[in-house]
């Protein structure tokens, strides 16, 4: 029977926009910074004020619904939506209801089961409310409204997730596009990216034949991707107990939709509003905004705007450069770092080459300094330039990562490096020649093993010649030299 | 001629020739006010002070011969539910905000600023612009110049009083379904409700805020035009208030005397029907004959949804839109808070027990019932559908007038206390002027005559949206055949 409780879940995914301002304010976003410094008449909801829309909230928010592959409707409206809360100043959070600006989108995702495609219901653009902390003695609360009115995307999807992992693969999903995007920053320590799982358990089908549910968890407010996949762990487990402990009561007819909490620390959930307890919103038109009736043009420029995006990306690297699909995932995690490695790989013309030098030496680099690749000293032509030299035979491969070292702490290029310092490889037969017989003068010994039939004596006379040149022979040449000499 | 009986333009030219200073002016007017006020209670706050300070500063300016702005030491009063920075609290006639002092101008109160006017106080409403009798003030009931024992209508029935009594020359109102025309017709001034989206609303505190305009009060149509140009024009701030490439302000000064021939003038039955005073249906028609003499021609038309209809649908929208806009008075960032709470909840209900008055919470109960899921399709659903049927009748009708004419009120001003238990009756004073904020038109209510007993009766005139202009001219053009504007409320002469 529990085979057939299969988890349907769907996301609520709230999401800072990267606006310099806040929605309906000139007020500044920003983080961190001393309580209700950044706040002003309108965002404070004092009496008389009035919103005005920030385009580059909606701007963004656009952009993000056309990478998820939405349509952008020709009206969307603003609504106000009301509950009351002291983080709340106009006791109403203006939001967008029935007629959101983007509908009917999808994003894939990568899991243990292979690429699934989960269906975007809405994205729609609402305001932030402010925080409050509660104080640890004394009967009293204090609120700081710096957040409030901060722009928030809000993407619903579709109940096509399946399990935690799935839930957490979306959601890092999401968060690699925003970022890809421009849209957001998603820093999950600043608040930036909020999760709302709706969990329900399918329970096969009823008389009707009709699929049946139980109730529909929505967990509230989860910030962190490993809480978003233990939540959802715990609460599959849950509604699977409470449904097996009572068949026929633990259904989505008999107790609807409830509100829970999340305790990571005790990894447990926790009942907040049950059905009945449901708020009435009492929805209505926001009356002193104007609706939002985009201009097709300027929606087809925003959708010739969307870069490609990295899952699309990823495969392309995939199929058109032959990487292997672990550093096609690494390449295209970050829009700056793919944009990087394509500019070497076209410019060499060889993307295995391209790919092993961002592979081995600069993710290297960046994660030992904890840098992103903007601030590497370092640009993709500099890269290229480097990998040209040793493609065509210049230096070889090892002189190449320590030129590559020297590029990085002194800034200059790969060709004023290997000029000044005279590494430049030796090539010409005959030199290389003298390198390999100095080499079998003094390693006889090993000489007569290889010829004796142990082979692996070769790397030690190879090692030795290489050595006698400096390193600046070509290891190609030098093998085909030493085979020779030795009647290989 | 005292100083106190000149209108704004004739106060202003004075000043300009130096006839008169502007503390002169001011201080004529804080004279009135310290006068008459006490007995006709149109001032919530007067901040002597501070206007003569500003008049002093005029007064230096005119002296060194600078160039002052349109209305440069000219006393004008505005209602307490605009925000003002001068130290005055708004109140909007509430217990609910407390001593609550804006942090900013309200973008009319800058305008004014700009253009040199003194503001010498803020006048009485109805608690938040609710009501019609300007009795649901907490500070106590506004009195009618030309009767005390009677309404100055509401809910700006402070500044229409104020006007009529000659304590200013003009002043500000704000008429979310009569609440600028309703008072002027039954203080006897002129009032005027610009189109919405024309004057900025930013400062203004919201009641409904897709029907809330700010429009002037005078004595004269000039004088409305006037202030109408300080105030009218594009903000910013104000998303619903219409850009200056869509709607440049016209000169209303400019054109106003230039008659409007021909003239259609429609007259809605259902304007003339049951429910008007007799006395007050006499009076309008006289001045309707006015009209058709000056060559105007009559013609009957159809306002199928405008007024029993209208009614019903305006106290959906206003007290849906009214119960959101006043949420956000909780006790919890500023205003009055109860101090007997228990809890935050607890503290919620108190504060809002103690600080609205009866009507605005039952306001906030049809509201909140109106929005309440199962109930939003039935009642603010249907009423946005009438609304576009009353905009409908609105638009065919003004492909044949110009303007639509009727009674402004259905009675001339009743008694203190008549209406105030019976909401119904009290709702039935707009029946005339709501349609217009719901179709979001243009209105003015002139002065055109007097009951028996001496009370003021109003013609309301309609035009279609920003036709403000000819809407100017075409009151006007009766003007110049009347001199009611000439008449002296019975408590100006006890005073004079």
């Known amino acids: 029977m529990s085979a057939e409780l299969e988890p349907t879940i769907g996301l609520e995914v709230h999401m800072h926009l990267k606006t310099r301002t806040k929605l309906f304010c000139g007020c500044k976003v920003e983080y961190d910074v001393r309580p209700n410094s950044n706040v002003c008449p309108v965002c404070l909801g004092m009496p008389g004020v009035l919103p005005v829309m920030n385009r580059e909230a909606v701007e963004l928010s656009v952009r993000m619904a056309l990478a998820l592959g939405c349509a952008i409707p020709d009206f969307a409206k603003w609504d106000r939506k009301h509950y009351y809360y002291p983080d709340l100043p106009k006791n109403y959070q203006i939001s967008e209801y029935d007629q959101p600006l983007g509908v009917g989108g999808h994003l894939d995702i990568e899991t243990s089961k292979g690429t699934r495609r989960i269906g975007i219901t809405r994205v729609h653009l609402e305001e932030d409310a402010g925080k409050l902390m509660h104080a640890e003695t004394g009967n009293y609360s204090i609120v700081d409204l710096n957040r409030t009115g901060t722009p928030l995307l809000e993407i619903v999807s579709e109940p096509d997730v399946r399990s935690a992992e799935e839930a957490r693969a979306y959601g890092e999903a999401l968060r690699q596009l925003a970022v890809y995007l421009g849209v957001g920053h998603c820093n999950m320590q600043l608040g930036q990216m909020r999760f709302e799982p709706n969990v329900s358990l399918r329970i096969g089908a009823g008389p009707d034949g009709k699929p049946r549910y139980t109730p529909i968890s929505e967990m509230k407010n989860l910030n962190s991707f490993r809480s978003v996949e233990r939540a959802v762990t715990y609460e599959i487990a849950r509604h699977r107990e409470e449904y097996l402990a009572a068949p026929a009561k633990y259904t989505l007819e008999n107790l609807g939709k409830e509100t829970r909490g999340w305790n990571d620390d005790a990894g447990t959930s926790f009942l907040m509003r049950s059905k009945e307890e449901a708020h009435d919103y009492r929805y209505f038109p926001e009356p002193d905004l104007v609706p939002f009736m985009p201009d097709r043009k300027w929606v087809e420029e925003l959708r010739a705007g969307v870069p490609e995006l990295p899952e699309k990306r990823r495969r392309r690297f995939i199929s058109d450069y032959g990487l292997p699909e672990y550093d096609a995932g690494v390449l295209t995690a970050e829009r700056a770092v793919a944009d990087f490695y394509e500019k070497v790989a076209t410019s060499v013309k060889d993307p295995k080459a391209a790919s092993n030098w961002m592979m081995q030496d600069v993710m290297r680099v960046l994660n030992e300094r904890k840098i992103g690749i903007a601030e590497l000293p370092m640009t993709a032509e500099n890269l290229a330039e480097l990998v040209a030299l040793v493609k065509q035979g210049t230096i070889n491969r090892n002189t190449g990562a320590e030129v590559f070292n020297k590029m990085l702490a002194t800034g200059k290029s790969a060709a004023e490096i290997v000029k000044a310092e005279g590494l430049a490889q030796v090539g010409d037969s005959s030199a290389i020649e003298a390198f390999v017989d100095q080499a079998l003068a003094a390693n006889a010994k090993a000489a007569q093993d290889y010829r004796g039939g142990k082979k692996a004596s070769f790397g030690r006379l190879m090692g030795e010649a290489m050595k006698a040149s400096g390193g600046k022979a070509n290891p190609q040449v030098v093998k085909e030299i030493l085979l020779k000499k030795l009647g290989g | 001629m005292a100083i106190t009986d000149l209108n704004a333009i004739q106060m202003r030219d004075a000043l300009r020739r130096r006839e008169i200073s502007a503390s002169e002016a001011t201080g004529a007017c804080l004279s009135a006010i310290a006068g008459l006020d006490p007995k006709v209670k149109a001032f919530l706050a007067v901040d002597a002070d501070g206007a003569r300070r500003r008049a002093a500063e005029i007064d230096k300016r005119l002296a060194a011969g600078e160039t002052v702005g349109l209305l440069a030491g000219v006393p004008v009063a505005i209602k307490d539910n605009m925000c003002i920075r001068n130290g005055l609290p708004t109140t909007c006639a509430s217990r609910i905000l407390g001593n609550w002092k804006a942090p900013y101008d309200a973008h009319v109160v800058e305008r004014l600023a700009a253009e040199g006017a003194v503001i010498v106080g803020k006048t009485n409403l109805d608690e938040f612009a609710m009501g019609s009798s300007t009795e649901n003030s907490a500070f106590g009931a506004t009195r009618n110049p030309w009767d005390l024992g009677c309404v100055p209508g509401g809910s700006s029935g402070g500044s229409a009083a104020a006007v009529a009594a000659r304590m200013v020359p003009i002043a500000l109102g704000s008429d979310t379904g009569g609440s600028i025309r309703q008072p002027a017709a039954l203080c006897g001034v002129v009032g005027l409700k610009p189109t919405y989206g024309r004057v900025s609303r930013y400062g203004l505190v919201a009641f409904a805020s897709s029907l809330d305009q700010i429009g002037p009060f005078a004595r004269t149509v000039a004088d409305a035009a006037m202030l109408l140009q300080v105030t009218a024009g594009e903000d910013k701030r104000d998303s619903t208030c219409v850009s200056g490439r869509d709607q440049p302000v016209p000169d209303y000064l400019a054109s106003l005397e230039e008659p409007v021939k021909p003239l259609r003038i429609g007259l809605p039955k259902q304007f003339f029907g049951a429910g008007l005073d007799g006395e007050v249906e006499k009076v309008v028609r006289s001045a309707l004959a006015v009209y058709e003499r000056l060559g105007a021609q009559l013609v009957e038309v159809d306002l199928p949804h405008s007024t029993e209809y209208a009614i019903a649908t305006y106290y959906i ?180």
């Open chain 2, 317 to 496: 929208v206003a007290t849906s839109e009214a119960s959101s806009n006043l949420a956000r008075y909780d006790g919890v960032h500023y205003g009055y808070r109860s101090s007997d709470h228990k809890d935050m909840i607890d503290m919620y209900m108190r504060s809002r027990a103690q600080g609205f008055g009866d009507e605005v919470k039952r306001r906030i109960m049809l509201g909140n019932y109106a929005l309440s899921s199962g109930y939003y399709d039935a009642y603010y659903k249907k009423a946005l559908k009438v609304r576009r049927l009353i905009r409908g009748d609105f638009e065919k009708a003004f492909r044949q007038v110009d303007c639509i004419m009727g009674p402004t009120s259905p009675t001339a001003a009743f008694r203190q206390g008549e209406k105030t238990a019976d909401p119904l009756a009290m709702y039935l004073s707009d029946v005339y002027t709501v349609s217009c904020n719901l179709a979001g038109i243009a209105g003015i209510s002139l002065p055109c005559g007097f009951t028996a007993a001496g009370l003021p009766v109003g013609l309301q005139v309609l035009s279609d949206v920003f036709t403000e202009d000819r809407l100017l001219r075409i009151a006007r053009m009766y003007e110049r055949e009347v001199d009611w504007a000439a008449r002296r409320p019975p408590v100006c002469e006890g005073a004079a």
